[in-house]
């Protein structure tokens, strides 16, 4: 049992860091994951450690039946607060979490005097994700969380292929960002495992997760109505203090 006080610090001290973090991965998320990677062990405690996570995800867009779904990829940084025997506070940082989708019908900017046979656009929608998942872990390594996420646009593009009647093919490249919200709220559910002892004692972890938006990813003028919907299959490097053998004294 995690006493009152020693719970409020740990979660301050996280807290903290994970702000920290943030503002680094914003800046450059490289140079943050390689401090992680050298340092992390250094600031691992029974009660917290970090992560590197890292996957792929599978995004699509509701209200588009014809549209196909979009494979992009999402790294960041993972912070775990133990708050119990099986239970931990998850808060991620990702910087990079790719969404939209392919294939879609969309209106777009083209010269009148090109006779357009076909067309089709792809959206290459960018996100900083940061999603605070609750865990249960079980004794076997499997475990369930759930929890909101915070999405922010960092960028977006609707590239289209346009066939002309003549036979001619024509890329359109726009930059869209001013049609789509820059906040999009969802919610997270998943189901992981954890492998120990797979990387020098410190263990591995795969994902599953699903998240939905709950917020118009469109701005009202834009004439569309959608939600992002995505799976995410992730690798979670964890950096955590191996458990002492009997008779170990800690340095």
Partial sequence: MISKGK??????????????LGLSCMNASGQAAILVYFFGDKVASEKFYLSLDGGLNVAQMTNFDEGDARLGINFGLG????????????????PLSRKGARNLDIPFELDDELQVEDASSDLRLNYIDIPIPLQ???????????GPQFSFLTGARQITEVSLIDGTTVTVDDDVSERFESFDFGWTGEVGYEI??????????????????????????????????VFQLMVVLPFINPPKSEGESNP
């Fill in 7 to 20: 719970g409020l610090g740990t979660l301050t001290h996280s807290c903290v860091l994970l702000v920290v």
């Fill in 79 to 94: 912070t775990h607060i133990r708050l119990g025997d099986q239970w931990y506070l998850e808060p991620e940082f990702k």
């Fill in 136 to 146: 249960f872990k079980t004794k076997s390594g499997f475990y369930l969380s759930t």
């Fill in 196 to 229: 120990p002892n797979q990387r020098d004692g410190k263990g591995l972890e795969f994902r599953l997760r699903y998240a939905r938006g709950f917020t118009e990813v469109w701005k009202e003028d834009a004439g569309f109505s959608s939600h992002h919907s």
